[in-house]
């Protein structure tokens, strides 16, 4: 998905809470806003949104000194999670169809994304998620090929997010490697967030070998393209492995939801909603 | 009120909205984009925001060559209002309060800003509005002082909250000069919107002389300053009036509705909250 001229107030709003964040002066806050606008004239017309965070996101850390203006939030964002983790199982092991509600709460989790707002209300989203209508539920497909592959790839997006993908990691029939940057960016979960968050006792964690967001492959290390080309199933967590994802040919099944109203356009459903979208490649399993 | 940095996104926000309003081709929306992102990098330090605006919404009618391209919203504006208007009366008439119940009416219709939403509930926003708790609520210094002057300086707003401002001043005890813009800016009321709402049978309609939005006084016409000068009694509705004036020293009532949460930070109450403000001028009455 490419930047809509939408996403250019979106940019300024992120570029501004970000350098808040890192605790930029308000001189430096304005610079860090100029220069994103410098960045937004010179962008490819071709660029996705997450390309776009990337670069706001290197720019604040350098101009601000600070390697990681969200690591705060993000060990809030795990304590905050880690607490539910006892509510979270009880819904899978009470469920009927403990499948689709692990992949509901992992979709609750994607609510925790300080790219889009600054609070979230997770008990509320649960409700949410739990029993939305899901204009795109492809469950069936996802639920078929669990049970043709012997491991999933598992890209992670945000912290916080990490122990909602633990419950449903902890409902799959197999063995999963989870994927975090390789480095900090926004609230993204590095190794840190993912081992914070216990993943490590359920998955074996490898990273995309740079701190982009999302997995845009050109900017990964050649050896998670490599795990990525050889997977058969791909669980791709969030809106930035959506959006630098979505063109690629590959058996992916998108968990999300769609946060911002481009987003949503772009899929074609309201905001908000819940997606749980198999790739063309994954349908034809 | 300054142009503080969290009104940059906001204004990219606006000037696109208006330029797919006035029908800029996708390559004119960007341009735009990028001009604003200029004007915003030249703004001086003590700019206020509808300075800013009124130089956003200039640019938008001339490169897109659309002398008013908020005229079919305004036209709707005014006749959803329209159909609301025997409702609105009967409030006041059955109110133990008529004078409350108007001032409260008349802060109603300031939700009708295509500066900040593209849509609006005037039914929700009229149950709200008439019970909410105003965290500033001067309507005893408003209500003295309309006992002590012998005419109003009403400056009205956006097209459509003129049938509300219309309500409040048929329960006005004296006459009302009723000042709207000299030429078309975002969706505020000029003449024609005024005379359109019938302001013209219950107030004498007159202009800042200007297209600015809410009335900096350094842009208005000698005439209006004129006015202004001799007013002992100026009713300023909406957050441009407030903005441009909040600074001045005369006998203001601001009533208004803090929609971004800027302007609430800056009076110092939540967002959404109804104002009813007397200057320090008023008080002194």
């Not at 970000?18 to 610079?31: E, V, Y």
């Not at 017309?45 to 604040?60: F, Y």
């Not at 590095?190 to 490898?206: F, P, Y």
Request: charged share 25%.
């Amino acid at each position: 998905m490419r930047v809509y001229l939408d996403c250019w107030p979106c940019f300024l709003r992120q570029a501004l809470s970000a350098a808040r964040r890192a605790g930029a002066s308000p001189k430096l806050q304005r610079l860090i806003l100029e220069e994103t606008m410098a960045e937004l004239r010179a962008l490819s017309a071709d660029a996705t949104p997450p390309e776009m965070g990337e670069r706001i996101h290197r720019l604040v850390r350098e101009r601000a000194q600070s390697p990681d203006p969200y690591l705060d939030v993000k060990r809030e964002a795990t304590e905050q999670a880690l607490a539910l983790l006892p509510v979270l199982r009880a819904h899978v092991e009470t469920a009927d169809d403990p499948l689709r509600t692990a992949v509901r709460i992992a979709i609750t989790g994607n609510i925790i994304d300080y790219g889009v707002a600054e609070t979230f209300d997770l008990e509320a989203t649960l409700e949410r998620v739990l029993h939305a209508e899901a204009p795109i539920d492809d469950l069936p497909v996802l639920r078929q090929a669990l049970g043709e592959v012997d491991e999933v790839l598992y890209l992670a997006d945000n912290a916080g997010e990490t122990l909602f993908d633990r419950v449903l990691i902890e409902a799959l029939p197999v063995p999963v490697r989870y994927v975090v940057k390789a480095g900090p960016v926004l609230n993204d979960a590095t190794r840190e967030e993912a081992i914070a968050a216990g993943l490590d006792q359920v998955a074996e964690i490898i990273d995309t070998g740079c701190d982009a967001m999302g997995a845009p492959l050109a900017l990964c290390s050649s050896a998670f393209r490599e795990r990525f080309r050889r997977a058969r199933l791909i669980i791709a967590k969030g809106q930035a492995n959506y959006e630098t994802l979505s063109g690629v040919d590959a058996p992916i099944c998108f968990l999300l939801q769609a946060k911002c109203s481009v987003i949503a356009e772009d899929i074609g459903v309201a905001p908000g909603s819940v997606i749980i979208q198999a790739s063309e490649v994954l349908r034809r399993y």
